[in-house]
């Protein structure tokens, strides 16, 4: 089992930046695919970016792609999401997943663990 804890989110202006930061702790964080997704109110959650055990796979949603990079250490138990010329829309709750499967997943069904998420908003 792993327990996740998000930090790092706030208030940015359009096109600015935030890196969020998520801890793991328990055993075996190497062993999970990681995951960043998202929920604004009123829609349901979305994935935004996954990258794999080893940090060396690496698949982004559209809308985030160019602007967002996932990655990990896995020495620090720890993944992470920048975020760059951040746009009113990408305002939400973020939450980081753990995926035990084999393969990364876009799918919030195929993480089994998550955080308690961390608000980003993004005024125009």
């Known amino acids: 089992q792993v327990q996740l804890g998000e930090s790092g989110g706030g208030l940015v202006q359009a096109g600015g930046s935030l890196r969020l930061s998520c801890a793991a702790s328990?055993?075996?964080?190497?062993?999970?695919?990681m995951g960043w997704f998202r929920q604004a109110p009123g829609k349901e959650r979305e994935f935004v970016a996954t990258?794999?055990?080893?940090?060396?796979?690496?698949y982004y949603a559209d809308g985030v792609k160019g602007r967002f990079t996932i990655s990990r250490d896995n020495a620090k138990n720890s993944v992470y999401l920048q975020m760059n010329s951040l746009k009113p829309e990408d305002t939400a709750v973020y939450y980081c997943?753990?995926?035990?499967?084999?393969?990364?997943?876009?799918?919030?069904?195929?993480?089994?663990?998550w955080g308690q998420g961390t608000q980003v908003t993004v005024s125009s």
């Open positions: 997943a753990a995926d035990p499967s084999d393969f990364g997943s876009a799918i919030a069904t195929t993480y089994h663990y």
């Open positions: 328990g055993r075996s964080f190497n062993s999970y695919n």
């Open positions: 990258i794999s055990r080893s940090g060396g796979g690496k």
